[in-house]
């Protein structure tokens, strides 16, 4: 995700899947004892003796998923947020310290005294981020890192990376699995991909967006980045049947020129509304401001129509919210009339 990367109000989320918050969080106390988890995590091997009581979470689609897992009390800090937390979740979020808005330094995480670390992506647990998963090691910290940033991905380049081939939610699934596990708390993980799921199938039911093209802008006016095939963006695309204008590009958020978004034309523009400010036109305001204005924007249909449907950054990463993004979609394409 580029972090240094309107239908109108969106289907409500599915409350289901936050009540699980409601199961532990005062009192998600952890298990006597127990064997140790040991997972394969992006190609390290982690090793986690007994459930964390104070966990740090370094981006917030990871943040997230240990919330609705009712982990807050086994927490010791946040970081790295683009948007306000996620629906149902308002309160178990502010028991938990937040480190920084942004990427925190490595003194300042160790501070929090951890004895796990997750992260949503590569770069935050690699060089040039917070620390590298090494650093965290030899200090006797387990990390892990959301499986979504490593299946099928390549993160070698100066970008956001590129997938060799289409993510699936099932990938994310997996993450809230291998994160109940170290926790744990099993039995949550399962009833939350259950609600999950369940919103997938009620959000998709009956809809045909076969003949709809999409475009997904993240943030930036001046190199603006768009989604390619195959990351989360990818995983709404699908899931609606609808294409995506820029599946032909395998990176994950390109940065593309504005007279190759107009010659594409799509039907539909999926903006990202963010509430950080380390781009340009973060906000969806400031993004349908640029779009309304700009003489080479001005005149695309989907301009022209104010097709917009309005996301939250994490929706258009993959995490749980990946569900929401799909939810907000298929409302938008069914309140323009482009799809049954």
């Given at each position: 995700?580029?972090?240094?990367?309107?239908?109108?109000?969106?289907?409500?989320?599915?409350?289901?899947?936050?009540?699980?918050?409601?199961?532990?969080?005062?009192?998600?106390?952890?298990?006597?004892?127990?064997?140790?988890?040991?997972?394969?995590?992006?190609?390290?091997?982690?090793?986690?003796?007994?459930?964390?009581?104070?966990?740090?979470?370094?981006?917030?689609?990871?943040?997230?998923?240990?919330?609705?897992?009712?982990?807050?009390?086994?927490?010791?800090?946040?970081?790295?947020?683009?948007?306000?937390?996620?629906?149902?979740?308002?309160?178990?979020?502010?028991?938990?310290?937040?480190?920084a808005d942004n990427a925190p330094s490595f003194e300042r995480v160790l501070d929090a005294d951890p004895d796990f670390a997750a992260a949503s992506f590569v770069s935050t647990l690699g060089q040039g981020g917070v620390a590298?998963?090494?650093?965290?090691?030899?200090?006797?910290?387990?990390?892990?890192?959301?499986?979504?940033?490593?299946?099928?991905?390549?993160?070698?380049?100066?970008?956001?990376?590129?997938?060799?081939?289409?993510?699936?939610?099932?990938?994310?699934?997996?993450?809230?699995?291998?994160?109940?596990?170290?926790?744990?708390?099993?039995?949550?993980?399962?009833?939350?991909?259950?609600?999950?799921?369940?919103?997938?199938?009620?959000?998709?039911?009956?809809?045909?967006?076969?003949?709809?093209?999409?475009?997904?802008?993240?943030?930036?006016?001046?190199?603006?980045?768009?989604?390619?095939?195959?990351?989360?963006?990818?995983?709404?695309?699908?899931?609606?049947?609808?294409?995506?204008?820029?599946?032909?590009?395998?990176?994950?958020?390109?940065?593309?020129?504005?007279?190759?978004?107009?010659?594409?034309?799509?039907?539909?523009?999926?903006?990202?509304?963010?509430?950080?400010?380390?781009?340009?036109?973060?906000?969806?305001?400031?993004?349908?401001?640029?779009?309304?204005?700009?003489?080479?924007?001005?005149?695309?249909?989907?301009?022209?129509?104010?097709?917009?449907?309005?996301?939250?950054?994490?929706?258009?990463?993959?995490?749980?919210?990946?569900?929401?993004?799909?939810?907000?979609?298929?409302?938008?394409?069914?309140?323009?009339?482009?799809?049954?």
């Open positions: 995700m580029p972090f240094a990367r309107f239908a109108r109000p969106a289907v409500p989320l599915a409350v289901a899947a936050l009540t699980l918050t409601g199961c532990g969080s005062g009192s998600s106390a952890a298990p006597a004892a127990r064997a140790a988890v040991t997972l394969t995590n992006c190609g390290h091997t982690v090793r986690v003796e007994s459930p964390p009581k104070r966990a740090v979470s370094l981006n917030q689609g990871t943040t997230e998923i240990m919330l609705s897992l009712g982990l807050a009390d086994r927490m010791a800090g946040t970081a790295t947020w683009t948007d306000p937390v996620m629906k149902g979740l308002e309160k178990a979020n502010r028991g938990v310290e937040r480190i590298t998963r090494d650093q965290f090691e030899r200090l006797g910290v387990p990390t892990y890192v959301s499986p979504s940033d490593c299946a099928g991905k390549d993160n070698s380049g100066d970008g956001d990376g590129s997938r060799a081939k289409p993510l699936t939610i099932d990938t994310v699934y997996g993450e809230v699995r291998d994160l109940a596990k170290v926790f744990g708390v099993e039995r949550r993980g399962e009833k939350l991909i259950a609600s999950l799921k369940k919103r997938m199938t009620t959000a998709t039911s009956g809809i045909d967006a076969s003949d709809v093209t999409l475009l997904y802008w993240f943030a930036n006016s001046e190199s603006p980045y768009m989604a390619g095939c195959c990351g989360a963006p990818g995983i709404i695309t699908r899931a609606l049947g609808a294409r995506n204008v820029f599946d032909d590009t395998h990176e994950e958020w390109p940065q593309i020129n504005w007279e190759t978004v107009a010659d594409r034309d799509p039907d539909l523009l999926v903006i990202g509304d963010l509430t950080r400010e380390s781009q340009t036109a973060e906000s969806a305001e400031q993004k349908i401001a640029f779009l309304e204005s700009h003489p080479v924007t001005r005149n695309m249909t989907a301009v022209r129509n104010k097709r917009y449907v309005l996301l939250s950054g994490q929706a258009m990463n993959p995490t749980v919210r990946t569900v929401e993004g799909v939810e907000q979609v298929a409302a938008g394409l069914r309140e323009f009339g482009l799809a049954g």
